[in-house]
């Protein structure tokens, strides 16, 4: 390709456009925060998961709920007991069901260091 003494050749323009492209792609999540955000949303998914989970223990036991996660999974109202996704193996979440009064709390055991890990 003939190359013109005044500028770039077309080439080094298209190259410069895609590694200003990439660099973009790579900067948009850290700058929006994409990540904490979707752990967040998983957070509050996986509680949701669980108080649904509780409720249907309680309904159908006709007794509260206390313990952990396991007692959910080994009875079936759970797929497994999930764990919070933001600091990762061990984060259990902790929850109780009152059978009485009909009250299901279910809580992010980082909620303290992430404020936003809370059922609406």
Not at 1 to 19: D, Q
Request: proline fraction near 5%; hydrophobic fraction near 35%.
């Amino acid at each position: 390709m003939p190359r013109n003494n005044k500028g770039f050749s077309i080439f080094t323009i298209i190259s410069i456009i895609a590694f200003l492209a990439l660099i973009f792609i790579l900067i948009i999540p850290n700058f929006y925060n994409v990540k904490e955000k979707e752990k967040q949303e998983k957070c509050i998914e996986q509680m949701t998961k669980i108080k649904k989970a509780i409720e249907e223990y309680m309904v159908d036991r006709h007794q509260s709920f206390s313990g952990d996660l396991v007692e959910l999974v080994r009875t079936g109202y759970l797929k497994h007991a999930y764990e919070c996704p933001e600091n990762g193996i061990g984060d259990k979440y902790i929850a109780t069901g009152n059978f009485e009064t009909g009250e299901v709390e279910v809580k992010c055991p980082n909620e303290k260091d992430f404020p936003g890990h809370k059922l609406p």
